[in-house]
């Protein structure tokens, strides 16, 4: 299997950032990490097109073809 399609272990930003008291913060500077936020969740989603796109390309190359009946 490969190391990409394994789950990755939940020490990421993303859960660090989900753990941070966010009390200190002003509402200025919450909708600052509200639009940096966002950003990032473009960029994910836009990441994770391409390699689906990239995904669904290998699979198309590296499907079994059917056979043409002709039985060698």
Known sequence: MDGDDLPRVRTDAASLLAKE??????????MERIALLE?????VKAQHAK???????ADQLFRPRPSDGGGE
Not at 21 to 30: G, T, V
Not at 51 to 57: E, I, K, T, V
Request: charged letters at 35%.
């Open 39 to 43: 950003a990032e969740i473009a960029r």
């Open 51 to 57: 390699a689906a796109a990239h995904r669904s390309l």
């Open 21 to 30: 008291d966010l009390d200190r913060y002003s509402q200025d500077e919450l």
